[in-house]
C-alpha cells in the first residue's frame, strides 16, 4: 500500500499543474436554452425588487411612466412585461445590465434610462423617438424577445445554421440564443449577456460532479446538495477520473454550502480517538474488529492514520470486518460457466450487467473466475450501478443521462449539454439493460 501512495503522490505533483490550467469558456452557439428564455415565472414582483435593492441599483427605488403611460416602480414595469410577453424576467434584468449597466449603476444618466434595453437603438444609427423611455424599453424588448421565440422563422439568425459572427463560427443551438443575435448581431454582446447570466444566475449541477473554478486548482464533488472539497490529487485518484472535472464558475460553486471534506485515499485505514479502527471503501467506514484480523487479512498495522471524530464526519458507518469476512475491500468474481460477473462485498454478491459498469466502478481491480458454487455462497444484491456523475447512454439510442444519486436523468438538449459544459468525449455507451439498473429521474434542462 506505502507503494501505491508513494506513485499517487508522485502523479499529484505532475497533473495538480495541467489540471490547474483548465479553463471555463463562452459558447458563442449556446447563450442559454429556450427554457431559461420562455420562463416568465422565474421571479415574482418581489424577487425582482429585491434583485434589484441587493445589487445597490438605482431602479430598486424609482418609478417610471409604463408603456400606457401610467406611472409604476421599476420592478413592477420588469414584472408586467415578463408576464405579458412571457419572458424571463432574468433577461430583462441581465439586458438592463448589458446594454446600460442599469443594474450596477447607483446614479444613471436621463440617457442610460431613456435607452434601457437598446431596444430600436441600432449600432449603425440613433434610437427610434416613439421607443424611448424605461417603460417603453422594457415592454419593447420583451415584446421583441417574444417574436423571436414565436416566429424564429422571420429573422436572419436561425438555430441550427452556420455564421460567421466576429471571426468566430457560431451555429446557434437554441431559438434564444439565436433571438439574443438577432437582438445584439456581435459575439462580444452575447459573450457579456452570458456573463452576466452565468454572475447572476448559476447553475444547478447534479449529484457527482466533480467541479473546479477557473481561478482555482481545488476540486469539489457536489453531493446531497453541498460541496465536498477533495483535499488531495491522491483522494481523487484513488476514487475519480479526472479527466470528468467540469470547470464552473465561481457563482455556480459558492451557491453550494460547503460540506465534509474528501481528505483520505480509498482503502484508508482509519483510527478514530477511541482507538477504533475502520477500513474506508468509498464513503463507508467499515470497523475492523480486532489485531487478528489484520494478520489474517494481511492488513499492515503501519499503515494506521490516526485521525479525529470530526475527519470522519460525512462517511457511513458499514458493516463489520471479521476473520470470516472475505473480501474485505470488495472482489470482482466471474462465474466460470455461465460467465456471469458480480461484485462480492460484505457477504452479498451484486451482478454488474455490463462491462462498462464494471470498467467505471471497479478500473483497477482484477477480475478472477472461481465456480459457481464459489458464488452461491453469497445471497444476491442490488446490481452494481455507473458512479454518479456518469454520462451514458444505450447502443443505439441517441438519448444521453447523467448519473445522480444512481438515478438516470437525461439531458434532454444539446443546450442542456452545452449548459453543463460536458464533453462528448466523456459519454460512455452500454446495454438497454445497463441504463434500465438506474430508474428515470429529473430531466437535465
Same mark, same amino acid.
Request: hydrophobic share 40%; with cysteine; aromatic share 12%.
Given at each position: 500500500?506505502?507503494?501505491?501512495?508513494?506513485?499517487?503522490?508522485?502523479?499529484?505533483?505532475?497533473?495538480?499543474?495541467?489540471?490547474?490550467?483548465?479553463?471555463?469558456?463562452?459558447?458563442?452557439?449556446?447563450?442559454?436554452?429556450?427554457?431559461?428564455?420562455?420562463?416568465?415565472?422565474?421571479?415574482?414582483?418581489?424577487?425582482?425588487?429585491?434583485?434589484?435593492?441587493?445589487?445597490?441599483?438605482?431602479?430598486?427605488?424609482?418609478?417610471?411612466?409604463?408603456?400606457?403611460?401610467?406611472?409604476?416602480?421599476?420592478?413592477?414595469?420588469?414584472?408586467?412585461?415578463?408576464?405579458?410577453?412571457?419572458?424571463?424576467?432574468?433577461?430583462?434584468?441581465?439586458?438592463?445590465?448589458?446594454?446600460?449597466?442599469?443594474?450596477?449603476?447607483?446614479?444613471?444618466?436621463?440617457?442610460?434610462?431613456?435607452?434601457?434595453?437598446?431596444?430600436?437603438?441600432?449600432?449603425?444609427?440613433?434610437?427610434?423617438?416613439?421607443?424611448?423611455?424605461?417603460?417603453?424599453?422594457?415592454?419593447?424588448?420583451?415584446?421583441?424577445?417574444?417574436?423571436?421565440?414565436?416566429?424564429?422563422?422571420?429573422?436572419?439568425?436561425?438555430?441550427?445554421?452556420?455564421?460567421?459572427?466576429?471571426?468566430?463560427?457560431?451555429?446557434?443551438?437554441?431559438?434564444?440564443?439565436?433571438?439574443?443575435?438577432?437582438?445584439?448581431?456581435?459575439?462580444?454582446?452575447?459573450?457579456?449577456?452570458?456573463?452576466?447570466?452565468?454572475?447572476?444566475?448559476?447553475?444547478?449541477?447534479?449529484?457527482?460532479?466533480?467541479?473546479?473554478?477557473?481561478?482555482?486548482?481545488?476540486?469539489?464533488?457536489?453531493?446531497?446538495?453541498?460541496?465536498?472539497?477533495?483535499?488531495?490529487?491522491?483522494?481523487?485518484?484513488?476514487? %475519480?477520473? +479526472?479527466?470528468? #472535472?467540469?470547470?464552473?464558475?465561481?457563482? *455556480? !460553486?459558492?451557491? &453550494?454550502?460547503? =460540506?465534509?471534506? @474528501?481528505?483520505?485515499?480509498?482503502?484508508?485505514?482509519?483510527?478514530?480517538?477511541?482507538?477504533?479502527?475502520?477500513?474506508?471503501?468509498?464513503?463507508?467506514?467499515?470497523?475492523?474488529?480486532?489485531?487478528?484480523?489484520?494478520?489474517?487479512?494481511? %492488513?499492515? +498495522?503501519?499503515? #494506521?492514520?490516526?485521525?479525529?471524530?470530526? *475527519? !470522519?464526519?460525512? &462517511?457511513?458507518? =458499514?458493516?463489520? @470486518?471479521?476473520?470470516?469476512?472475505?473480501?474485505?475491500?470488495?472482489?470482482?468474481?466471474?462465474?466460470?460457466?455461465?460467465?456471469?460477473?458480480?461484485?462480492?462485498?460484505?457477504?452479498?454478491?451484486?451482478?454488474?450487467?455490463?462491462?462498462?459498469?464494471?470498467?467505471?466502478?471497479?478500473?483497477?481491480?482484477?477480475?478472477?473466475?472461481?465456480?459457481?458454487?464459489?458464488?452461491?455462497?453469497?445471497?444476491?444484491?442490488?446490481?452494481?450501478?455507473?458512479?454518479?456523475?456518469?454520462?451514458?447512454?444505450?447502443?443505439?439510442?441517441?438519448?444521453?443521462?447523467?448519473?445522480?444519486?444512481?438515478?438516470?436523468?437525461?439531458?434532454?438538449?444539446?443546450?442542456?449539454?452545452?449548459?453543463?459544459?460536458?464533453?462528448?468525449?466523456?459519454?460512455?455507451?452500454?446495454?438497454?439493460?445497463?441504463?434500465?439498473?438506474?430508474?428515470?429521474?429529473?430531466?437535465?434542462?
Amino acid at each position: 500500500m506505502k507503494r501505491a501512495v508513494l506513485l499517487l503522490i508522485i502523479l499529484e505533483l505532475i497533473i495538480f499543474p495541467i489540471a490547474a490550467q483548465a479553463e471555463i469558456f463562452f459558447n458563442p452557439s449556446f447563450v442559454i436554452s429556450d427554457e431559461e428564455m420562455t420562463d416568465h415565472l422565474s421571479l415574482n414582483l418581489a424577487e425582482i425588487q429585491q434583485f434589484l435593492e441587493e445589487k445597490g441599483s438605482s431602479l430598486a427605488w424609482r418609478s417610471f411612466p409604463d408603456y400606457l403611460g401610467v406611472n409604476r416602480p421599476a420592478a413592477e414595469i420588469i414584472w408586467q412585461a415578463a408576464i405579458e410577453s412571457k419572458i424571463s424576467p432574468k433577461v430583462l434584468l441581465v439586458t438592463l445590465q448589458k446594454e446600460q449597466s442599469l443594474i450596477g449603476d447607483s446614479s444613471p444618466s436621463q440617457n442610460q434610462l431613456d435607452k434601457a434595453m437598446g431596444y430600436r437603438c441600432p449600432d449603425s444609427g440613433s434610437c427610434s423617438p416613439k421607443a424611448l423611455g424605461f417603460g417603453k424599453q422594457v415592454d419593447g424588448a420583451a415584446w421583441q424577445f417574444r417574436q423571436y421565440m414565436d416566429n424564429p422563422g422571420d429573422w436572419h439568425y436561425q438555430a441550427g445554421n452556420d455564421y460567421a459572427i466576429d471571426g468566430w463560427l457560431v451555429t446557434p443551438l437554441t431559438k434564444a440564443t439565436a433571438g439574443l443575435y438577432n437582438y445584439t448581431p456581435h459575439y462580444s454582446g452575447n459573450n457579456r449577456f452570458w456573463q452576466l447570466w452565468q454572475n447572476y444566475w448559476g447553475r444547478d449541477f447534479p449529484d457527482g460532479s466533480l467541479v473546479k473554478t477557473n481561478d482555482s486548482p481545488a476540486v469539489w464533488l457536489i453531493q446531497y446538495g453541498t460541496r465536498r472539497l477533495i483535499t488531495s490529487w491522491g483522494a481523487l485518484l484513488s476514487r %475519480f477520473d +479526472p479527466k470528468k #472535472i467540469l470547470t464552473i464558475s465561481k457563482l *455556480d !460553486l459558492e451557491k &453550494y454550502e460547503i =460540506g465534509p471534506s @474528501i481528505q483520505f485515499h480509498n482503502y484508508s485505514l482509519l483510527q478514530d480517538p477511541d482507538g477504533k479502527v475502520y477500513l474506508l471503501v468509498d464513503d463507508e467506514l467499515r470497523h475492523i474488529t480486532s489485531p487478528e484480523v489484520f494478520r489474517v487479512i494481511g %492488513f499492515n +498495522p503501519e499503515e #494506521i492514520e490516526v485521525v479525529e471524530f470530526s *475527519d !470522519l464526519a460525512g &462517511y457511513k458507518y =458499514g458493516k463489520d @470486518i471479521t476473520v470470516e469476512t472475505a473480501y474485505p475491500t470488495g472482489a470482482l468474481l466471474q462465474d466460470n460457466k455461465t460467465g456471469g460477473v458480480y461484485f462480492v462485498e460484505a457477504g452479498l454478491k451484486h451482478p454488474i450487467y455490463a462491462r462498462e459498469i464494471m470498467e467505471s466502478r471497479f478500473p483497477k481491480k482484477v477480475l478472477t473466475q472461481v465456480a459457481p458454487e464459489i458464488l452461491d455462497q453469497y445471497q444476491t444484491g442490488d446490481p452494481v450501478k455507473f458512479r454518479d456523475g456518469e454520462l451514458i447512454q444505450a447502443q443505439g439510442d441517441s438519448k444521453v443521462y447523467v448519473v445522480a444519486g444512481g438515478y438516470r436523468r437525461w439531458v434532454k438538449t444539446e443546450a442542456a449539454f452545452a449548459k453543463f459544459s460536458y464533453k462528448w468525449d466523456n459519454i460512455i455507451t452500454t446495454s438497454a439493460q445497463a441504463l434500465t439498473v438506474h430508474p428515470l429521474g429529473e430531466d437535465v434542462e
